[in-house]
């Protein structure tokens, strides 16, 4: 079992940056890839990115060149920097695991935290 604990969220302007953290704990954190997902109000959840063990990255491309997904594997902690971040990126935030250590397009995550809200203002 993993359990995953954002946070980072808040109210920003457009523009703005903001950087969002998940802290792992429960099992080997290098045995999982890890991910952002995001569920904005009366939307359907979306993936916004998630990166591999090694270190390979994978953004949604309504965030790429704005958003950046790494990981501190010493601290078992992964981060998504958000630059530029417009009214559209208003969401809730969500951190997630997958129960391998790689991501492939598609894969369904496995482990789910409770959420960060992120809120920003035009």
């Known amino acids: 079992q993993v359990q995953l604990v954002e946070s980072g969220g808040g109210l920003v302007q457009a523009g703005d940056s903001l950087r969002l953290s998940c802290a792992a704990s429960?099992?080997?954190?290098?045995?999982?890839?890890m991910g952002w997902f995001r569920q904005a109000p009366g939307k359907e959840r979306e993936f916004v990115g998630a990166i591999s063990w090694g270190g390979s990255t994978y953004h949604a491309d309504s965030v790429k060149g704005r958003f950046t997904i790494s990981r501190d594997n010493a601290k078992n902690t992964v981060y998504l920097q958000m630059n530029s971040l417009k009214p559209d990126d208003t969401a809730v935030y969500y951190c997630v695991a997958y129960s391998r250590s790689y991501y492939y397009r598609g894969a369904k995550p496995d482990y789910w935290g409770q959420g960060t809200q992120v809120t920003v203002s035009s």
């Open positions: 429960g099992r080997t954190f290098s045995d999982y890839a």
